[in-house]
């Protein structure tokens, strides 16, 4: 048997598969709380890298609602899976843990900042002709989003300019 208390409390729900933004219209009709964190990244679509924001948390999001009074609703919301539960019991998340995430998230959105590269620190070719090439990086160009990188060819080092995203850390 599943344990409930009762009173307002965060909880986390699971959504099916790429239906966050259905559940969340959908439990916020019901004049419930949600919260629903976004990341906003940089992902490749189609040869180009664009910003996109996706979910923080695929298929989770969160819920403050008092289960005796809306559970069911919530439940059998069109989109949700089920709540996220430990054994028998629904997991309840303290406000606090949902508000630092919030904090985190002005806006409602994350940002990813990666930790920038340092001269001389060796690197990988992602992408690109020369795809699995380790290079030493050299600086980041000026107003565009573009590195340039120190590639051993024909016994020598080359400078070659490319997109920040074809490059990793080795």
């Known amino acids: 048997m599943l344990e409930v208390e009762a009173g307002l409390r965060w ?5 099916k598969l790429r239906k966050e933004t259905v559940v969340e ?16 990244c940089r992902r490749r679509v189609g040869s180009r890298y664009q910003w996109v924001l ?6 989770y999001l969160f819920c ?7 559970g069911k609703a919530v439940r059998y919301a069109p989109g949700v899976k089920d709540f996220v539960k430990f054994g028998n019991r629904i997991a309840e998340v ?18 990813l900042r990666l930790r920038p590269y340092q001269a001389g620190e060796p690197v990988l070719v992602r992408e690109g002709p020369f795809a699995g090439l380790g290079a030493i990086f ?22 070659l300019v490319l997109s920040s995203e074809m490059i990793a850390r080795v």
Not at 25 to 40: A, H, Q, S
Not at 54 to 59: M, V
């Open 54 to 59: 996706s979910p923080l948390f695929p298929g």
């Open 94 to 111: 303290g406000e606090d843990v949902v508000q630092d995430i919030r904090d985190r998230c002005p806006g409602g959105v994350a940002e």
């Open 25 to 40: 219209r959908r439990i916020g009709d019901l004049g419930l709380e949600v919260f629903l964190p976004w990341l906003r």
């Open 138 to 159: 050299e600086r980041e160009m000026a107003g565009s989003d573009r590195v340039a990188i120190l590639l051993e060819l024909l016994g020598r080092q080359t400078r």
């Open 64 to 70: 403050r609602l008092d289960l005796l009074l809306s």
């Open 11 to 15: 909880y986390v729900i699971r959504a």
